[in-house]
């Protein structure tokens, strides 16, 4: 059974800092393409970045708004994917979800039915 586990949220203040991680257990890590995820309350959920599976020019990809301020790795050795996120706005404010899925021809990465298993959340609020 695949479980998703997310950590690392919290309050901070606007031009702070989180480092949030995602624990994965039940599925060959390091071959799944994983995602990270947001929704602010009353609204749909956002993509915010993924990075596919290990090896040599491992892909990633942000959403336009966090770029250069937001950073998807991945620590197989580990089971965890890590989103470091910089100069956080209060529009950062969301609950922000993991996702993982194993990779496959046709799958759109940026969209959250491509994948196949979420965590529960962990909570960001960014103040002014």
């Known amino acids: 059974q695949v479980q998703l586990v997310e950590s690392g949220g919290g309050l901070v203040q606007a031009g702070g800092s989180l480092r949030l991680s995602c624990a994965a257990s039940?599925?060959?890590?390091?071959?799944?393409?994983m995602g990270w995820f947001r929704q602010a309350p009353g609204k749909e959920r956002d993509f915010v970045a993924f990075?596919?599976?290990?090896?040599?020019?491992?892909?990633?990809s942000y959403l336009d708004s966090v770029k250069g301020r937001f950073t998807i790795s991945r620590d197989n050795a580990e089971n965890t994917v890590s989103l470091q996120m910089n100069s956080l706005k209060p529009d950062d404010t969301a609950d922000y979800y993991c996702?993982?899925?194993?990779?496959?021809?046709?799958?759109?990465?940026?969209?959250?039915?491509?994948?196949?298993?979420w965590g529960q959340g962990t909570q960001v609020t960014v103040s002014s």
């Open positions: 996702a993982a899925v194993l990779p496959g021809y046709g799958k759109n990465w940026k969209e959250a039915s491509a994948y196949d298993y």
């Open positions: 990075i596919g599976r290990s090896g040599p020019g491992t892909v990633t």
């Open positions: 039940g599925l060959t890590f390091s071959t799944f393409t």
